[in-house]
């Protein structure tokens, strides 16, 4: 039983909780003439914060470890309110609270009202009496008209703030389309005897610097956030007498050129998982030809070759076209496309089926919450207009409504599933996470995994994937809760790592 692995992740549509409030009362330690050097001080603070039109960039860092780097906000303030948008619940809304400057360990800036954004890393449960090492009280450390430097009073961490020169809104859009637009994540440059390698991975938001020379190779990393150019990096890195934070992405030149010192270019280097990241590792249609095209940046710059005289791929520009002739053979059939590109490949599973070849019996295949290889007896069947997968794990059944996505010949399974009872006191139901673990669908009823069809040893499978938010399905969650209501988890049942069902 596996009901004592509470386990809340971020990423979520998030729960509406109290907050206990850890303002106390403190004596005035200043004389009356630092005193009033602070309130000037704090009316500067405070002047600057509601200069600005469109408010603030907020970069975040939460718990004092760093083990991911920054979750993006924008503030705006007024004389003593504070307007919120996050990339945690996709910019789709507006959040207002109140907030006030002062003195406490220095000059600050406290989110002292609830703000279901604001509060969120900080806001503590029974089982996180930390909640996640944030912060709602920042000192501030450094004031500019552009720019404000502070630290959060728990954790420490250092916090940027940016002047917004565009809506909040629009901002945060465009940081989004960056990340989904750009999709050169590894870099390199040379300075002197040193080759320098940087990959950025988008799931972490950490950014590895690789230095090779003659006698030693070092590595070093550095979490990050995006902004809407490119990234910027939590603390400085030094190449020779030069450092810099902040990675200015340029597409005419495909470079990452650094803002803060001259001369500092990195060349982004393209590999097969920009191709599979935009096309994804397998296709799947019915028996009919078809052809399906991808536009995306320097399609053209990879190799590209097709196992089967039936399946072909061709690109021109930023269009790569893959075509299938008719199916006639009365099975499913199978090609695999390879990519190449700077000595790295990868491949792309094509399949041709109908959707009656993949009702019937099952086994589910994947690793439990400890890491163990587990299986279970499963069937999928038609359900009047739509379809059931039904798995049977741990004594129980849980069953998912699924969906037959025609145009892309694969099943669909919406987050926030009600699916079944475990014993007779908790309600699962499904979520998604990234490979990780450290992202997951929380609440959403709407976001879509996959369950993607394929030929393995001549056998039919059907492997979960799909996307939220930016990030990779990878596992396939069971979280309880005390009623039939889907709001405040008491924690997971189970979490199913590399899910795979390959039919008996």
């Not at 902040?246 to 990452?256: D, G, N, P, Q, R």
Request: proline share 2%; aromatic share 14%; with cysteine.
């Amino acid at each position: 039983m596996k009901m004592n692995k509470i386990l809340i992740y971020l990423l979520m549509a998030l729960p509406t909780l109290m907050l206990t409030s850890c303002l106390k009362d403190q004596e005035d330690t200043f004389s009356e003439a630092s005193g009033n050097r602070m309130q000037s001080y704090m009316g500067n603070t405070q002047k600057v914060l509601t200069s600005s039109e469109h408010g603030w960039v907020m970069e975040y860092y939460t718990d004092r470890e760093l083990p991911t780097g920054a979750y993006i906000y924008t503030l705006r303030f007024t004389e003593d309110s504070v307007f919120v948008r996050t990339e945690l619940d996709g910019n789709q809304k507006e959040l207002a609270s109140l907030y006030r400057t002062g003195s406490d360990d220095g000059p600050i800036i406290s989110f002292d009202t609830y703000n279901e954004f604001l509060h969120f890393f900080a806001t503590p449960s029974p089982d996180l009496y930390e909640a996640y090492d944030g912060d709602f009280e920042f000192v501030i450390d450094d004031i500019t008209d552009d720019l404000i430097r502070m630290h959060g009073k728990r954790n420490q961490n250092t916090i940027y703030l940016y002047r917004l020169t565009k809506p909040a809104e629009e901002y945060l859009d465009d940081v989004a389309k960056y990340q989904s637009d750009n999709l050169i994540n590894t870099a390199s440059a040379t300075f002197g005897d040193d080759n320098i390698e940087v990959y950025m991975n988008s799931t972490n938001r950490k950014a590895t610097f690789t230095v090779t020379n003659a006698t030693d190779t070092t590595e070093t990393e550095i979490p990050f956030a995006y902004y809407d150019e490119g990234i910027r990096l939590y603390k400085t890195f030094a190449i020779g007498d030069k450092e810099f934070r902040i990675l200015k992405y340029v597409a005419e030149s495909v470079t990452f050129e650094a803002q803060d010192a001259e001369g500092i270019v990195f060349k982004g280097r393209l590999t097969p998982s920009i191709v599979t990241t935009i096309v994804g590792t397998s296709i799947s249609s019915s028996n009919a030809a078809f052809t399906k095209t991808y536009e995306f940046n320097m399609a053209d710059q990879f190799n590209y070759t097709s196992d089967q005289d039936w399946l072909t791929v061709s690109a021109n520009g930023n269009v790569l076209t893959i075509s299938a002739t008719q199916n006639d053979s009365g099975e499913a059939r199978h090609a695999a496309i390879t990519v190449e590109v700077n000595g790295s490949t990868a491949t792309i599973d094509v399949i041709q089926l109908e959707l009656s070849n993949l009702l019937g019996n099952y086994t589910a295949s994947f690793l439990d919450s400890d890491g163990a290889e587990q299986s279970a007896s499963s069937t999928i069947s038609a359900a009047g207009d739509v379809y059931e997968l039904s798995m049977k794990y741990l004594n129980h059944t849980y069953t998912f409504a699924i969906s037959w996505d025609e145009e892309n010949s694969r099943f669909t399974m919406l987050s926030g599933q009600y699916v079944g009872m475990y014993g007779s006191s908790y309600y699962i139901y499904n979520i998604f996470m990234d490979p990780t673990g450290d992202y997951w669908t929380g609440y959403s009823t709407d976001a879509e995994g996959w369950l993607v069809p394929g030929i393995n040893d001549g056998k039919i499978q059907l492997t979960l994937g799909g996307y939220f938010s930016n990030y990779e399905i990878g596992i396939l969650g069971l979280f309880a809760f005390q009623s039939k209501s889907f709001s405040s988890t008491l924690g997971y049942l189970d979490l199913l790592s590399n899910f795979t069902l390959v039919k008996n």
